[in-house]
Nanobody, 115 residues
Framework: QVQLVESGGGFVQPGGSLRLSCAAS????????MGWYRQAPGKQRELVAR???????FYADSVKGRFTISRDNAKITVYLQMNSLKPEDAAVYYC?????????WGQGTQVTVSS
């Protein structure tokens, strides 16, 4: 059974930082492209960052220079370091594992950015 379990969300003031983690099980993690997506109320889910099996990273323009995605294949975990957080970054953040046509989602973790 595949499980992706996100953690690290919470409440932070503008300008603050959070690090999200997504622990995977039930997949050959090192083969998968891992992504972080987010969905704010009333908006569509959007890609935030993605990292391939060879650790090539892609970022949405809105988070470039502020967020960093990384992976630790030994710990079967993908991370999202979020710095200089803005109110518009508030959303539920989801982890996604992709390999070809196969994909899996985590349950999400809430990030709230407010003064």
């Amino acid at each position: 059974q595949v499980q992706l379990v996100e953690s690290g969300g919470g409440f932070v003031q503008p300008g603050g930082s959070l690090r999200l983690s997504c622990a995977a099980s039930g997949i050959t993690f090192s083969r998968y492209t891992m992504g972080w997506y987010r969905q704010a109320p009333g908006k569509q889910r959007e890609l935030v960052a993605r990292i391939t099996s060879d650790s090539s990273a892609f970022y949405a323009d809105s988070v470039k220079g502020r967020f960093t995605i990384s992976r630790d294949n030994a710990k079967i975990t993908v991370y999202l370091q979020m710095n200089s957080l803005k109110p518009e970054d508030a959303a539920v953040y989801y982890c996604k594992a992709e390999l070809g046509l196969r994909y899996y989602w985590g349950q999400g973790t809430q990030v709230t950015v407010s003064s």
